[in-house]
Nanobody
Framework: QVQPVESGGGLVQAGDSLRLSCAAA????????GGWFRQAPGKEREFVAA????????YYGDPVKGRFTISRDNAKNTVYLQMNSLKPEDTAVYYC?????????????????WGQGTQVTVSS
């Protein structure tokens, strides 16, 4: 069992960058696949990005391809989401998720553990 904790959210302007972090105290976190999802008010949870436990495989949602980059540092038990060229439509609560067996990385149902979320607001 792991408890992901997100950080790094905030209020930025369109075109700015932010880096979100997802850390867990448990060393086993390095053996889990990691994912980022987001949810805007009145909208369904949306897949953003995912990464395998080794970092060798990454996946992205269409709205963020070419702008966001997911990475991880297993020595620090942390998964990152670098967000560049932010747009107002990126405004949402961003959630980190972790799973040991993730058959469908883009599906939130594949993940077992979730953080509390961090707010990202992009002003125009």
């Amino acid at each position: 069992q792991v408890q992901p904790v997100e950080s790094g959210g905030g209020l930025v302007q369109a075109g700015d960058s932010l880096r979100l972090s997802c850390a867990a105290a448990e060393r086993t976190f390095s053996a889990f696949a990691g994912g980022w999802f987001r949810q805007a008010p009145g909208k369904e949870r949306e897949f953003v990005a995912a990464i395998s436990w080794s970092g060798g495989s990454t996946y992205y949602g269409d709205p963020v391809k070419g702008r966001f980059t997911i990475s991880r540092d297993n020595a620090k038990n942390t998964v990152y989401l670098q967000m560049n060229s932010l747009k107002p439509e990126d405004t949402a609560v961003y959630y980190c998720a972790a799973g040991q067996v993730v058959p469908k990385p883009k599906s939130w149902e594949s993940y077992d553990y979730w953080g509390q979320g961090t707010q990202v607001t992009v002003s125009s």
